[in-house]
């Protein structure tokens, strides 16, 4: 009821090109649909959020579309930079919970110049 | 300012050592947690302080002793580490508990040896 499933492991994108990555969870009461992003060594930095009350955000070069039915959001981000390689995870939230997040597996995208 | 810091960066110790990884938040949130992470992993939940109170322990090994001695401040006290317990450890915190919006902390990488 908890997890949350994310893929592909591994994405490798042309520079200029446009990066999917999916997840999809199976509790029905999460609210809050972060994702992260991971450089190195580095803690994981929040990039763009959505709650199910919408379908889309849309922040720079990065889109969350969201399918409340389907119980899958992913993240889209136009004209990938090989600055944007890192690590990304989704993540689903419990508004009431103290658990905070539960986390997809990471997918790790190499923009190639 | 939406940031969290930790030290120290990189902290290695031996098995029979005693060592504190602390993290430190101006933001006025009221709950702070410890995350730990292996490589190629997402964060797992360690500890949820709340109001400087123990809200969540994650069945973690007493060998991680977390401390929280103001609503900016949590520690965590390391003693009689394994190897397996070498990875990045992550503070993070949030306005509450029950909010699931969580900012991160660059994370201390651990080796213990």
């Known amino acids: 009821q908890q997890q949350v499933k994310q893929s592909p492991q591994s994405l490798i994108v042309q520079k200029g090109g446009i990066s999917i990555i999916n997840c999809a969870y199976e509790?029905?009461?999460?609210?809050?649909f972060p994702w992260y992003q991971q450089f190195p060594g580095k803690g994981p930095a929040l990039l763009i959020a959505?709650?199910?009350?919408?379908s889309e955000k849309k922040e720079g070069r990065f889109t969350i579309s969201f399918n409340k039915s389907a119980k899958q959001f992913s993240l889209h981000i136009m004209d990938s930079q090989p600055g944007d390689s890192a690590t990304y995870f989704c993540a689903a939230g419990l508004s009431g919970s103290a658990r905070q997040l539960t986390f997809g597996s990471g997918t790790q995208l190499t923009v190639l110049p | 300012d939406t940031e969290v810091t930790q030290t120290p960066k990189h902290l290695v110790m031996g098995m029979t050592n005693k060592k504190s990884l602390k993290c430190e938040q101006h933001?006025?949130?009221?709950?702070m947690y410890w995350y730990k992470q292996k490589a190629k992993k997402p964060p797992e939940l360690m500890f949820v302080?709340?109001?400087?109170?123990?809200?969540i322990n994650e069945s973690v090994p007493s060998r991680f002793s977390p401390e929280c001695p103001n609503s900016s401040l949590l520690n965590l006290h390391l003693h009689a580490l394994q190897p397996e317990d070498s990875a990045l450890y992550l503070c993070?915190?949030?306005?509450?508990?029950?909010?699931?919006?969580?900012?991160f902390g660059q994370g201390t990488r651990l080796t213990v040896v």
């Open positions: 959505i709650r199910p009350d919408v």
């Open positions: 993070a915190s949030s306005r509450g508990q029950f909010n699931t919006e969580a900012f």
């Open positions: 509790n029905t009461a999460f609210d809050y």
């Open positions: 302080y709340s109001y400087e109170k123990l809200s």
């Open positions: 933001m006025g949130h009221r709950a």
